[in-house]
Every structure is written in structure tokens, then in C-alpha cells.
């Protein structure tokens, strides 16, 4: 959905969120580890959020 937004907005709100986007999906990178069993689990294993875990859960 975010990038469906990027691409509608005009150039400098596009940049500003861009870069709010890079820095949490790379504090959430930081913060779990990828998930083996995803493709196993009923949801939607595409979305790379869901393949990944946080403390033990599953993240998403």
C-alpha cells in the first residue's frame, strides 16, 4: 500500500516519506529475525513483515 502511496505523491512528500519508510522497515529489520516456518502459516507469506519474528512471536 505504501507503495502505491509513494508513487502518487508529488516529489518532495514522496522523499520525506520515503525516508521515514527506509528507516523503520530497517529498525524492524534490526529488531527480528527471519521466520522458517512462514511459508507454513495461513496468512500470506508474501508480505515480508509476516516472515519475520519478534521476541518470539510472530511479527506483523
Not at 505504501?2 to 508513487?7: F, G, R
Not at 511459508?39 to 509476516?50: I, P
Request: aromatic share 10%; proline share 8%; glycine share 6%.
Amino acid at each position: 500500500m505504501l507503495e502505491q502511496v509513494l508513487q502518487e505523491l508529488p516529489p518532495r512528500p514522496r522523499l520525506e516519506l520515503k525516508r521515514q519508510v527506509v528507516f523503520l522497515d530497517a529498525a524492524y529489520l534490526g529488531r527480528t529475525l527471519p521466520d522458517p516456518f512462514a511459508h507454513h502459516r495461513q496468512w500470506r507469506s508474501d508480505l515480508w513483515w509476516r516472515r519475520r519474528l519478534a521476541d518470539g512471536e510472530e511479527g506483523g
